[in-house]
């Protein structure tokens, strides 16, 4: 079995500060992890995942998230924010062998504060 | 890069009723797709793997005669929630595997 743990629900920051949005996982064999973005009324979109390689992933609008086995977390960081990152946030694991099921956090909606 | 089609977008029907959500992919073939349901304030939920071909899984709890699950095409899997009731009122996202997860822009279902 897997699960994953975001502990905020909300996260509040003014523009232009840095934000941090945690991910903690568990799972019983080797994962891979995903983060998406969920605007206001529409689906997900991929924002980056790790699979193998180097533990630091970025995305194209200066997200980034470092996979850290030892404590199998997946925390979502980006150094200064726009008003524009103001979304729910979603980390997932899948485990990378076998039936690849997808496990989601509960989410965590960012409000960027002008 | 792959997209998958979800229609329609919102969709308000009567208790009683049956609705079909249409989940497509555009440019690839997938053999397999999922299907979730996100309550408010709480993650996604998977209800089912849809296979082309044959018959969906579903994951405990799930209905299979509520929630009908129909993949006859490598590009298209349908979703039929079947004598819609409110409490399944919801947000229902279709995936597709290529490579990665590539999903739908999904439904708002409101049944009154």
């Known amino acids: 079995a897997q699960s994953v743990t975001q502990l905020d629900s909300q996260v509040p920051v003014f523009e232009e500060a840095p934000v941090e949005l945690r991910c903690n996982y568990s799972s019983s064999v080797s994962v891979y992890l995903f983060w998406y973005v969920q605007y206001p009324n529409q689906g997900l979109q991929l924002l980056l995942k790790y699979l193998s390689g180097s533990t630091l992933v970025e995305s194209i609008n200066g997200f980034e998230a470092e996979f850290n086995k030892s404590q199998t977390s997946f925390h979502l960081r980006k150094p200064s924010v726009h008003i524009s990152d103001t979304a729910e946030y979603f980390c997932?694991?899948?485990?990378?062998?076998?039936?690849?099921?997808?496990?989601f956090g509960t989410g965590t909606k960012l409000q960027v504060i002008p | 890069g792959a997209v998958v089609s979800q229609h329609p977008s919102r969709v308000i029907c009567k208790s009683g009723t049956s609705v079909k959500i249409e989940c497509r992919s555009l440019?690839?073939?997938?053999?397999?797709m999922f299907w979730y349901r996100q309550f408010p304030k709480q993650s996604l939920m998977l209800m089912a793997t849809s296979n082309e071909g044959s018959k969906a899984t579903y994951e405990q709890g799930v209905e299979k005669d509520k929630f009908l699950i129909n993949h006859a095409s490598l590009t298209l899997s349908t979703l039929t929630v079947t004598s819609a009731h409110p409490e399944d009122s919801s947000f229902y996202i279709c995936s597709a595997r290529d490579g990665g997860y590539t999903f739908g822009s999904g439904t708002r279902l409101t049944v009154v």
């Open positions: 997932a694991v899948m485990n990378s062998g076998g039936y690849q099921k997808v496990t």
């Open positions: 440019d690839f073939q997938a053999t397999t």
